[in-house]
């Protein structure tokens, strides 16, 4: 099938150019504005003849005629090397990546301490490996599964992410359980690790004792370790240690723990007995109170108002009897002053 061939001639074509001055807009007078039009020529552009056709042939638009460019600037797009997907992703494996979000360059590295990589083993048991310190752990998510809920995010006070850590001690393990040291071991590093995801600048602990039997609570031990492993930022960023419904155990513990334990972390521990006093310290509105934590404080409360209201009937009871006993001692010793005074005959 032969080239169509569309050949459009234009002949005296002409484009009209009015050229003005490069100060316009201006005002200008009468005078001035005839001698300024009568002085000003039209320039005429005569548009040579072009063939609008496909082919290469003497004045087509395809012709080398037309070319005023250099051969180099001649552009092949098929010889033009684009980047694939390995090119363009090439720089991210140099260590020192970016990652683009909202505008900001935000450098990607290793792991954080804390910062976890989940997997499942050929059995379908679920591993969380953690960085905490500078060493690499391996937690057994299978085994803590039941106690996650003993550490979680009560909010933020103050002005900054301040954070609030709630740790129910009414979550944990009872000792009498099958493999509790193996629980508590890797209860321990999901304990940690959680703290320093959970913390970016100063932060308070909470500590829940109420509700807590003894056989729940932690041993020397295990709160030794917890504290030794702690990052130093971590311990020094700690600005309060608020204990809920302390027991005499609890007190019991901590003095015998003073040899391993700075004298600055003592002065940051403070004793509260009821939620509502730790409301007046810290917002409540994120912090997770469990329901056993809540009966307990109602009944402690109950009993704290009965013991009030005991000890305001009772002295007005026993200075009613110690009177009547008075009363009853001065009548007995009249009587026996009365047999011994001698009768009158």
């Not at 090439?90 to 505008?103: K, S």
């Not at 960023?237 to 608020?242: G, Q, R, S, T």
């Not at 200075?319 to 010793?333: G, H, K, M, S």
Request: glycine share 4%; charged share 30%; net charge negative.
């Amino acid at each position: 099938m032969g080239t169509a061939e569309a050949t459009l001639r234009m002949d005296s074509m002409e484009v009209k150019d009015e050229w003005q001055d490069e100060d316009f807009p201006r005002y200008f007078s009468e005078g001035l504005l005839g001698e300024s039009l009568a002085q000003r020529k039209r320039r005429t552009l005569v548009a040579p003849d072009m063939n609008l056709s496909l082919d290469r042939s003497e004045g087509s638009l395809l012709s080398d005629d037309f070319l005023e460019t250099p051969d180099d600037l001649d552009i092949n797009v098929d010889d033009i090397e684009t980047p694939d997907e390995t090119d363009s992703l090439e720089f991210i494996n140099n260590g020192n990546e970016l990652e683009w979000e909202d505008d900001t360059p935000v450098a990607t590295a290793k792991r954080l301490p804390g910062e976890s990589e989940e997997e499942t083993d050929s059995s379908g048991r679920l591993w969380r490996t953690v960085i905490i310190g500078d060493q690499e752990q391996r937690i057994d998510m299978q085994v803590i599964r039941p106690y996650l809920r003993v550490v979680t995010h009560g909010g933020y006070y103050g002005e900054g992410l301040n954070a609030i850590i709630v740790f129910a001690a009414c979550y944990l393990p009872d000792s009498s359980c099958e493999d509790y040291t193996y629980i508590m071991e890797n209860l321990f590093l999901y304990v940690v690790s959680s703290l320093e995801l959970l913390v970016a600048e100063d932060y308070m602990i909470i500590y829940l004792n109420g509700a807590t039997p003894r056989r729940k609570m932690p041993g020397i031990s295990w709160l030794k370790r917890c504290y030794q492993m702690i990052d130093r930022k971590l311990r020094k960023n700690l600005k309060c240690l608020i204990i809920a419904h302390p027991t005499w155990f609890i007190r019991t513990v901590l003095a015998i723990s003073r040899p391993f334990i700075s004298v600055k972390f003592m002065d940051k521990i403070r004793y509260v007995h009821t939620l509502e006093e730790l409301s007046q310290i810290i917002p409540m509105e994120h912090v997770q109170i469990p329901e056993c934590v809540l009966q307990y404080d109602d009944e402690k409360i109950r009993t704290q108002r009965e013991r009030i209201l005991s000890h305001a009937v009772f002295p007005t009871c026993n200075t009613v009897l110690t009177f009547a006993c008075l009363t009853y001692r001065l009548e007995q010793d009249q009587q026996q002053t009365n047999s011994a005074l001698p009768k009158e005959r």
